[in-house]
Structure formats: C-alpha cells, structure tokens
C-alpha cells in the first residue's frame, strides 16, 4: 500500500530558529513530490520536486527530495510567527491526475 | 481572478441524512478533485472529474458520488451519512485535463461537515 511518513507530527519552537521537516515515501509509481502549507482550511502550494538533489528555495524555505533513498526535507529558516502551520507532504504517483497520497503533516507552532 | 470557491463552509447532519457540497474551480481549470481530510489527518483523494465524468476514484464507499457540470463546476453528494463521515471536505482544481500538469493543485477552503 502506498504511504507517506512526515516527522515530527508536531513542533515548537521559538522566532528566529531553523526547523527540519521530514517525509518519506513508499510508492509504487513515482512523478512528484509536494510540499503544501495549511494554516486554516486550504492548503497552499509551496514546492514541486521531481528530480534527485536540487534544492528549491523561496525565501525563508527550501526543500530537497532524495530518490534513491526516498525522502524529502522542508528547511525553514528564520522563523516566524506567521509559519505556524500544518505542513504537508504529498507524492503524486502518475501523470494526468490529481490524486495525490498525502502524509498526516507536521504541525508547527512558532511562539515569539 | 477567483480562487476555488466552496458552499457552504459549514454543515451539520444527522446520521442517514444525504449531504451536497458543491465547488466551483479557479478560472481557466477543467479538473476538480475532490478530498476529504479528518482531524488531524491528511487529505485522502476522494476522486477526480474532467469533462464531466467520473476519471480517477479513491477508496471511497459508493456512498460518495459526485457530478460535474459543463462549467466545469462540481458536487459532491454523500448519502447514508455516517459519524465518521465528520471531515473537512476540500475541493481542488488543475488544468491536467489540458495536458498542463504543472502538479499544483488549487485548494478551497473547505466545507465542515459534522455528522451527529
């Protein structure tokens, strides 16, 4: 059975420090790699990754997918208040669909 | 330039009643999807439409149906309600249909259910 693992499933942490986020994979077909935020109802996109070992930055965050050992992080740096969030992972296993395999996502508190 | 639109936010039912949720996508998409995401879970995919017919299926009950319409909008339509049914149900759109899988996918914010 597909699934996605994300780790920890919840955070605290202070302004100003860097979190890690993780989220592995187990798929029969693979395409993509998500990363979407969700604050209050509708998540929101962030990255796309689909190839081994290229980092994708905006900003604050970045992220880095490994194929060959199936994982991906979300860097973010800084922190701030207004990243508190859920942030969740998705593996999208074919092209042509939008039925994407989400983890349960990690929960992040940033106090000031 | 409007987002994915959801009626209604909220909801509440009561056990075997039937439910309609309904989302209109982000402008120039031709593909809904439908999820449904439990508290303190991740959204699972329900099941998709593009030119109005029924394209991919989660592992949902046929209790779960949906419809698209010729402006690309959508329902969703729950029957035989059951308490687990509780969820936040989010609807999302693409332009895959078109070929322009870009893999962002464009969320609503949700309608509530509550089944009681």
């Known amino acids: 059975e597909d699934k996605v693992v994300q780790s920890p499933l919840s955070l605290v942490v202070h302004e100003g420090d860097t979190v890690t986020l993780n989220c592995s994979y187990e798929v029969t077909n693979f395409r993509s790699l998500l990363w979407y935020k969700q604050e209050k109802k509708a998540p929101t996109f962030l990255f796309m990754l689909?190839?081994?070992?290229i980092e994708k930055k905006s900003g604050r965050l970045s992220s880095i997918l490994d194929k060959k050992e199936l994982f991906s992080i979300l860097n973010i740096t800084a922190t701030q208040t207004g990243d508190s969030a859920v942030y969740l992972c998705a593996v999208d296993p074919s092209a042509g669909t939008d039925k994407l395999i989400f983890g349960t996502g990690t929960r992040l508190q940033v106090f000031p | 330039d409007a987002g994915v639109t959801q009626s209604p936010t909220h909801l509440i039912k009561t056990r075997g009643q039937q439910v309609t949720l309904r989302c209109s996508p982000k402008s120039g998409h031709d593909t809904v999807s439908w999820y449904q995401q439990a508290l303190g879970q991740g959204p699972q995919f329900i099941f998709q439409?593009?030119?109005?017919?029924?394209?991919q299926r989660g592992n949902f009950p046929d209790r779960f149906s949906g419809h698209q319409f010729p402006n690309y909008s959508s329902e969703l339509n729950v029957n035989a309600l059951l308490l687990g049914d509780s969820a936040l149900y989010l609807c999302a759109s693409s332009p895959v249909g078109q070929g322009l899988n870009t893999g962002e996918l464009f969320f609503g914010e949700g309608s509530r259910l509550t089944v009681l």
């Open positions: 689909t190839s081994s070992g």
């Open positions: 439409y593009y030119e109005e017919e029924e394209r």
